[in-house]
């Protein structure tokens, strides 16, 4: 839960009078991606402007402030963030702006580049100058490169050098590139307004917000323009020549119960995952609680199949801002108190199946569990609707290291005795697999088997990064 980040949330709409208002709203629709820092650019067709902070989107563009009405502009695109790379810090928010020799462009990334020291460390040995930590900059200085201004789709030809995970939102003077990574590892779709206006984002919980209706998700390898000509597509790699790997916890945590990405919606494969619990890991009890929220949807799917009655044995204060989060022991335990609050009169003398998403330091968890003791519940059975989790994430979501992932040298025994609970049953691999949608693997799954998709011990050596682009450049061929 709070001990994994949230990654990023891009947001773009072309040819609407009121782009900056409505990429306002569809930023606020995807506040659960990231509360670090918040952007908008928008293009007159002519210009860009560009507008970051710190904080989340209403701190950010504050009430009152004339900041939106001075971008206000019909071509637009916004981001929020949380640092997987870079520090928390406002040269690092995006969008990122540049002008080179082709024009103007302000670029939104959501995903991780993990070829990115490389190529810095390349870049800068010719003297180029950085003026950020993020990733995302060296997009930049690849798409400013003379070499690359020359090529015919220099946008395809970068996009061919990027290892790593990317979703990405390009804003030019006269168009918007909607860009996904060849695994299609974290979401993107498109939406139209009622207006005709075309929109990009994130999640389709963003396209709701500002009454757009899903059109499509962006297909890994594509580039998708949103111009003067309503929407164009082309490929930088092969359609269908690289197996898919979308990232599972997106389902599982990341993206909002609202929102359909990699083809379903979030809810209902949430509910799926509770059901598969309750017939892998079934129990003897009163009542089941969630973690609120992203454990409620696979609780009500436990309930669903174990015919225990559901119940909200905790309530969770949705004013605590992300900024109050400290990396230190206490702190944490402080914040797990302050924003999650458990109802004694649900939990007390009872048997209680306790539902979350998943347990990574486990510090949070035992801080929830020692809660419901608090409040007098008699047994707790501890339900995880995902895997122990056991290797880091190279794609984009900030897991703490292997060390402090709880599951990494601990026996489910072990971590049962240290969380303090009756019973604790993970959700099986073959379990979560079995409930997707898409075939088993079309999903990256890093996190909990290691098997990584993407090498990331062959792509930090140059000769493997060139032999990589090589191939991926052949591909697209
Ligand atoms: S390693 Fe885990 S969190 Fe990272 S992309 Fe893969 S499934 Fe998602």
Known sequence: MSDKKENCGLFGIFGDPAAVQKTY????????????????????????????????????????????????????????????????????SQPFFVEYSRGQCAIAHNGNLINAGLLRDEYEAYGSIFKSTTDTEIIAHLLAKPTHVAKPDPLGHVL????GSFSLLFLFQDRIEAARDAYGIRPLCIGKTE????????????????????????????????????????????PGSIKPAHCLFEHIYFAKQNSTIFGENVHEFRKKLGRQL????????????????????????YSEKSGI?????????????????????????LDV?????????????????????????????????????????????????CPPIRFPCFYGIDFPTKEELIATNRTIEQIRDFLNVETLGYMSIE??????????????????????RIPVDVAVTKFAMEHYQLRMFEESQ
């Not at 061919?160 to 290892?163: E, K």
């Open 25 to 92: 709203f569809g930023l606020f629709a995807l506040q659960h991606r990231g509360q670090e820092s918040a952007g908008i650019a928008s293009s007159n067709g002519e210009i860009l402007q560009v507008y970051t902070g710190m904080g989340t989107v209403p701190r950010v563009f504050r009430a009152g402030s004339d900041i939106l009405d001075k971008l206000s502009n019909p071509i637009a695109i916004g981001h929020v963030r949380y640092s997987t790379t870079g520090s928390s810090k406002v040269a690092n």
């Open 160 to 163: 061919n050098h990027l290892q």
């Open 195 to 238: 207006t005709g206006a075309y929109v990009a984002a994130s999640e389709t919980c963003a396209l709701d917000a500002v009454g757009a209706q899903f059109i499509r998700e962006v297909e890994p390898g594509e580039i998708v323009t949103l111009g003067k000509r309503g929407i164009t597509s082309r490929f930088f790699v092969t």
């Open 278 to 301: 309750a017939i892998e890991h079934p129990v003897k009890a009163d009542v089941v609680v969630p973690i609120p929220d992203s454990g409620t949807s696979s609780a009500i799917g």
């Open 309 to 333: 009655p559901f119940d909200m044995g905790m309530v969770r204060s949705h004013y605590v801002g992300r900024t109050f989060i400290s990396p230190e022991q206490k702190m944490r335990e």
């Open 337 to 385: 108190k302050i924003k999650l609050a458990p109802i004694k009169e649900v939990v007390k003398g009872k048997r209680v199946v306790v539902v979350d998403d998943s347990i990574v330091r486990g510090t949070t968890t035992k801080g929830k569990i020692k809660a419901f003791r608090d409040a007098g519940a008699k047994e707790i059975h501890m339900r995880v609707s």
């Open 431 to 452: 379990g979560l697999l079995a409930s997707t949608t898409l075939p088993g693997d079309h999903y990256c799954c890093a996190c909990w088997e290691g098997k990584y």
